[in-house]
């Protein structure tokens, strides 16, 4: 945890978009955006116009896409972006066979974006419609999601982290043409290959404690929470594996009087299931906002039987009624918090890359708890271990089948859960 950070809590794509429209618009050097879905409809696209703006001042714009999650840029923003001269590439690309290898199933799920290094976004609100949904359609309310954006010493942190990815996708770009020399400089970052250079001219025109950077921070609007401690966790393959998940072990075994969660994806592994259990028989008050619309038969139907053993131990079930539910943040006895990309399922914990920012900002705590709070009551419909046993049992069966699958197919990538 770090001093001297101005943070903002953005819910939905209301009040996100028009928050990173904002900042693409006072670009002057850099603009770089990762996230799983882009959809280009409806309200998302105010924020490829806000791109193509940016190019067209001659700023550099850089955009990755999950192959899963978007695994098209329709032809007219390719030829925009083209025109404009937004630079983007696609992680992961599946190709014929698809998901059927393994290590495919390692995506892109973060959503994290820069703006000249002086200010950053991370959250989990994707780049699309807040009322459509790739799985459920049109929805009639919105979605439910949060993101966040801060200013302060752990933006660097945030370009680091996109750097490096940008570079080795730029490399692996090279090295799929056979272009060799260029895949290496670009994996080791020491100078840009192609239509590169320009790009890089620009990135280098970006230093620490310039004037520019000074102008650009003294021109945030007000923020939330000014003077915070924050850092960015982040999840990959490599050398972060397990950080988010132990972030939230450790403020979940600290936990003296509240836990407070949303997440769309919930199903928690042993370890976080124990933790849980533990701290609800200490006497801490243990709520979950979870989703409650059926999306996919896996994520939906695996985590029923979890439910079960949860409630019984005396664990607080809402889930969340208007309308789809893709929030991942955490509130902690209202002293420690954290908004981010990161579900409490196997596919974000142990495949996905992802990114959360944690704060013990006990400011930013209890607003994130009075929104969640009041969100739970009058949007939450309570999960009960009577109704859970009364379902059908030809559900029970499904439920059991879908944890099965689960449990198998981490076993074939090479995990325990």
């Known amino acids: ?35 799983y879905i882009f959809e280009f409809s409806g309200a998302a696209l105010m924020v490829a116009e806000a791109m193509e703006r940016a190019a067209h001042r001659g700023v550099a714009v850089r955009l990755v896409v999950d192959g899963v999650g978007t695994p098209h840029v329709p032809l007219e923003w390719q030829r925009r972006f083209r025109e404009a001269g937004v630079v983007w590439r696609v992680y992961s690309p599946l190709g014929r ?10 995506r892109l799920h973060r959503k994290l974006c820069t703006i000249d290094g002086t200010v950053g976004f991370c959250g989990g609100i994707n780049i699309i419609d807040d009322q ?18 801060v200013a302060g010493p752990l ?29 290496w400089e670009a ?4 100078r840009p290959v192609g239509d590169f250079t320009a790009l890089l001219e620009k990135i280098g025109q970006l230093g620490t404690g310039t004037e520019a950077e000074e102008e650009a921070e003294s021109a945030l609007p007000p923020v939330a929470v000014d003077g915070a401690r924050a850092s960015l966790l982040l999840r990959d393959n490599v050398s972060h594996r397990h950080d988010i998940e132990r972030a939230y072990l450790k403020a979940i075994g ?46 939906y139907r695996a985590a029923r039987p ?5 409630v019984d131990a005396g664990i ?16 902690v006895d209202s002293r420690w918090s954290t908004v981010g990309s990161t579900n409490l399922d196997p596919l974000s914990l142990l495949l996905a890359r992802e990114a959360n920012v944690t704060t013990t900002d006990r400011r930013f705590a209890a607003l994130l708890r009075q929104c969640l709070d009041t969100i739970v009551t009058t949007s939450g419909q309570t999960v009960d271990a009577p109704a859970l046993r009364a379902r059908p049992w030809h559900q029970r069966v499904l439920d059991r089948i879908a944890f099965g699958i689960m449990r198998a197919t981490l076993y074939l990538s090479g995990h325990r859960y």
């Open 254 to 299: 600290a936990a003296r009087q509240e836990i407070l969660i949303a997440n769309a994806y919930f199903i928690p592994g042993r370890k976080l299931r124990k933790a849980l259990v533990l701290a609800a028989q200490r006497g801490v008050r243990v709520r979950l906002l979870l989703q409650g619309r059926y999306e996919h038969f896996l994520q």
């Open 187 to 190: 994996l080791r970052g020491s």
């Open 1 to 35: 945890m770090r001093r001297g950070h101005q943070l903002l809590l953005l819910q939905g794509g209301a009040e996100f978009f028009p928050a990173l429209v904002e900042a693409m618009d006072a670009a002057r050097q850099v603009v770089h955006l990762e996230t």
């Open 306 to 310: 979890v439910y079960q053993k949860l």
């Open 97 to 106: 066979l698809g998901l059927l290898i393994p290590s495919r199933w390692r």
């Open 132 to 149: 459509e949904d790739v799985a459920l359609g049109r929805l009639n309310a919105p979605r439910l999601d949060f993101s966040l954006r």
């Open 316 to 331: 607080e079930i809402h889930e969340y009624a208007p309308s789809a539910l893709h929030a991942k943040v955490a509130v």
């Open 155 to 183: 933006v660097q942190d945030m370009v680091d982290t996109m750097e490096t990815l940008w570079w080795r996708l730029q490399a692996a770009r090279s090295a799929r043409q056979r272009e060799f020399r260029a895949a």
